[in-house]
């Protein structure tokens, strides 16, 4: 129900778009989020957003770099990944709350597949 897409391999500095679609119902009424796990680490929150799209959340280590957006007549969610650094390689996965509008670095229910990103040095 939710894939990803756009991620690959790119340079340090340089930037990336991820985007994540939603398939078989609505998900313009709950928070959505993104998630990374980088080999052999845990996964672990990036970023989330509430339903409209008014509160957004964001890891220390993405602030200033990251933005998160989404499209509810579209059924998207977006990553914008500015000023890529090696250490933002892992896989990246969108995912949705069930019962909730709110923004949360918890409380997950559905996930994507993920979308590998990869930035060299």
């Known amino acids: 129900q939710l894939v990803e897409s756009g991620g690959g391999l790119v340079q340090a500095g340089g930037s990336l778009r991820l985007s994540c679609a939603a398939s078989?119902?609505?998900?313009?009424?709950?928070?959505m989020g993104w998630f990374r796990q980088a080999p052999g680490k845990d996964r672990e929150f990036v970023s989330a957003?509430?339903?409209?799209?008014?509160?957004?959340l964001y890891r220390d280590s993405v602030k200033g770099r990251f933005i998160i957006s989404r499209d509810n007549a579209k059924n998207m969610v977006y990553l914008q990944m500015n000023s890529l650094k090696p250490e933002d390689t892992a896989v990246y996965y969108c995912?949705?709350?069930?019962?909730?509008?709110?923004?949360?670095?918890?409380?997950?229910?559905?996930w994507g597949q993920g979308t590998q990103v990869t930035v060299s040095s």
């Open positions: 078989g119902r609505s998900f313009s009424s709950n928070g």
């Open positions: 957003i509430n339903w409209i799209g008014s509160s957004t």
């Open positions: 995912a949705a709350r069930r019962s909730s509008m709110m923004v949360s670095t918890t409380g997950y229910d559905y």
